[in-house]
């Protein structure tokens, strides 16, 4: 038998009266009681903990189906917003719609059967007791159509998985010089930093070889590069060969600041490139710039001292040595020379602190013939005195010769000035295919014309009264009016070439045979190409300004795009589910109204 004390509290329970609210600690053990122990279910307990008693009755956020909706609740919120986003949040407003099928079974319960009984008396109060004791039956069903609601709640959404673009490796080319000096301490650092990040290090010379994380980490201090390396570099054409070659990649480019190796025009280079010049430690030194023959018996030198700013160049004549190898004189400021000949070619060696040095000897001297009739006789003057001031800038020396008759048929030549009245006649036209330089002044009157004209890079400009009109096609410019006019243009012959100068040297024409400046202008034409780098030992270094200042390339004035990110678009997949969950919840509930109902 129940004891006495323990039947009112039975019988009110069950009465429907309000218990008590329970502690917090009591609602975290129903929640362990309820839910499956995982980490979720600690989460869900530390939180029930913490929250203020609800004013219900034992009601919990984690009590029944609330308790097993919560972890995907906190699911959701850890999930990193980067690779779960919704391109219509809110879609997410139709979650609510969970409430629809959880309200339909709570109060849309099935009839019972008919039962014949003898006496209602008892039906009454079982009534009362029955709504009172509302609770969710067929749980899987319940779950079914919750998870059917919530998959098109989604789908609406517009849910799409996002992986972020892996990020951009590019390429980072070094300049042999710098690779060997110690400035390259500076940009190490950096340089680190981009390997970690998975840049590619190559040299920055013919075919960009790799440099190996071996040779880059064994040491901190200057990479070993072949002196082959270092010798000719020119910087602008691999630069623009380095963007071509990795034309979708970000490039960075590390080079010293040292002038030779910036010979030739800018280019303009995409935005992908990026350029960081490094000043080299530049200190004073002295090199033999180019030796020639002024006599048979005499050497003409000419040294030149360097610094980061400037070159100084100075000349002297020396005995040219009855044997070979000898030893030359000794010049100031440059090492020991010693002279050699050997088949007929004479070189002068110079041990350089990192390399020998050898000059050729120029034995032969540049020929020009400058030829003239009366009318021209102040043109040839003024020629003749400006030829020869260049002549001592030329390397080989000049022989020059002025005269009114034409030149030996046999006559081997390299300028022929042509101040005549008369055209260049078609045999020393053909010369030109071999090799022979021709300077023709205009012929005639010409035409008045108030202009100027200017050479580059010089700043200064010549003024011109007179102009010669005649069009030569297949010419190009050499010197060009500020009017468009051609002042010098030049037309290609074979190996040799015919300049026609669209002016005379006359003060009546124009003031530039009284410029100081005649005889540079005529060394540029004349200077031949030897075919050496020119001084590979000029210290000078350029502003580093003046190297990463970069103008972007015509094609690439729309700069390539960062990689977006992968978007998977996961509403078909939604929608299926959901077909899937459907197909469930109908078999699920025709299984359940198979079943005898109870009464």
Known sequence: ?????????????????????????????????????????????NFCAAVKPLPSNDWCLCRGCFGRILPLYCLFLLTPRSLLTFLAPSGLLALLGVAVPVAIHLWNRRPGRVVQVGSIRWLTAAANRRLRNLKLEQLALLLLRALLVVMLALAV???????????????????????NSESLAAVRPTIDSLRRRGFTLRQLRQGFPRISDTVWQQKNQPVSVPAAATANLHFWPRVAQAADSFPHEPVWVYTSTTQRHFAGSRPALPTSVRWQAVPLPAPAIAWLSN???????????????????????????????????????????????????????????????????????????MRVWLYHDAAYAPDARYLQAALRAAGVGLLPRLELTVSRQLPPDEASLNWLFWLHSSPIPTAWQQRARQGLAIWQSARGPGVAQQT?????????T?????????????????????????????????????????????????????SPELPELLLSLLQPSTGQPAEPHDPRQLDAGQVVRQEVAPADRTSTPSPAPTDTDLRAKLVLLAAVLWALERGLAQRFSAKPTSV
Do not use: K
């Open 1 to 45: 038998m129940p004891s006495s004390n323990a039947a009112p509290t039975s019988s009110r329970s069950r009465s429907g009266s309000i218990p008590r609210r329970r502690p917090p600690a009591a609602r975290a053990s129903t929640i362990t009681n309820l839910v499956r122990p995982n980490r979720w279910t600690e989460l869900c307990a």
């Open 157 to 179: 959404a517009g849910p799409v998985w996002r992986r972020p673009a892996p990020p951009r490796r590019g390429q980072v080319l070094i300049s042999a010089d710098l690779l």
């Open 452 to 460: 100027v004209f200017g050479v580059n890079p010089a700043e200064l």
């Open 291 to 365: 030796a020639s023959l002024t006599t048979p018996d005499s050497l003409r030198l000419v040294g030149s001292r360097g610094t980061d700013e400037a070159v100084f160049t100075t000349s002297r004549t020396v005995a040219r040595p009855r044997q070979s190898p000898a030893v030359l004189p000794r010049v100031a400021g440059l090492p020991p020379l010693h002279y050699h000949s050997e088949a007929g070619r004479s070189v002068i060696r110079v041990a350089m602190p990192t390399d020998t040095l050898q000059v050729p000897v120029l034995a032969q001297p």
């Open 462 to 514: 010549y003024s011109l009264t007179r102009l010669d009109t005649t069009s030569h096609p297949g010419s190009r410019l050499v010197w060009q009016a500020a009017t468009g006019r051609p002042v010098l243009s030049c037309r290609t012959v074979g190996r040799g070439a015919i300049y026609q100068f669209h002016s005379r040297l006359h003060p009546a024409w124009g003031t530039l045979v009284d």
